[in-house]
């Protein structure tokens, strides 16, 4: 899909604007600016494509608001060479994002229509994650622990498959909560069983289910 100096321009814009909403880290700002989020939506809905909204892809699922990514990667600390494990691939756009940060990103989706056209886009786009169709309550045990792990669904409760996946010292964010809003919470590891907890304000995400579809 054609990235054309339209598109650069309002991802201009779209950075200036999540800037000035309080994301302060320069290197995701900088990945948001680099990655054609147009890439990731359907055709009917480029022209919103660098607004600062959340918009509908398949399977009844959401591609998230850019203020809500940013917001969600500034606050997992990404380091490059991190290992990371994203719950909920989507549309693929958050993977690019954290893929941009140097990181090396194990990705799972529960939707089969998902994972194989975020698998294609994140590919057109010279992107390389590990993606994985399944159930992310039980997130990639074979494959951690890992440095970071990022729930992009709201969850009821932080599942305790996942904690167990998290290296000590490394970080995990989660919308938790139910339907109408959940709380963005942060769990930082810093001893085995021991986690340290805090809330970060108010989001809305579609719900984190079990099984895979």
């Not at 000035?20 to 480029?46: N, W, Y």
């Not at 494990?85 to 549309?91: A, D, K, P, R, V």
């Amino acid at each position: 899909m054609e990235d054309s100096f339209l598109h650069k321009g309002l991802r201009k814009k779209l950075v200036d604007e999540i800037r000035r909403k309080g994301i302060k880290t320069e290197e995701v700002l900088e990945a948001i600016g680099k990655i054609p989020r147009h890439s990731f939506m359907d055709s009917s809905f480029i022209t919103f494509a660098y607004k600062d909204q959340a918009f509908p892809i398949a399977a009844g699922q959401t591609i998230s608001q850019p203020y809500t990514v940013a917001f969600q990667t500034e606050l997992l600390q990404v380091n490059k060479r991190d290992k990371i494990l994203e719950i909920g691939t989507g549309s693929g756009y958050q993977t690019a994002v954290l893929l941009e940060l140097g990181a090396a990103v194990f990705s799972v989706e529960r939707f089969r229509e998902l994972y194989l056209k975020a698998k294609s886009t994140l590919s057109e786009l010279g992107y390389r994650p590990q993606l994985f169709y399944g159930d992310g309550y039980q997130g990639l045990p074979t494959y951690g622990p890992f440095d970071r792990i990022l729930i992009t669904a709201a969850a009821p409760a932080i599942p305790e498959q996942l904690l167990d996946q998290l290296k000590t010292g490394g970080r995990l964010v989660a919308p938790v909560g139910g339907t109408a809003s959940q709380k963005m919470i942060l769990v930082e590891k810093t001893a085995e069983n021991n986690y340290i907890t805090s809330e970060h304000g108010y989001f809305i995400f579609v719900p984190m289910v079990k099984g895979k579809e």
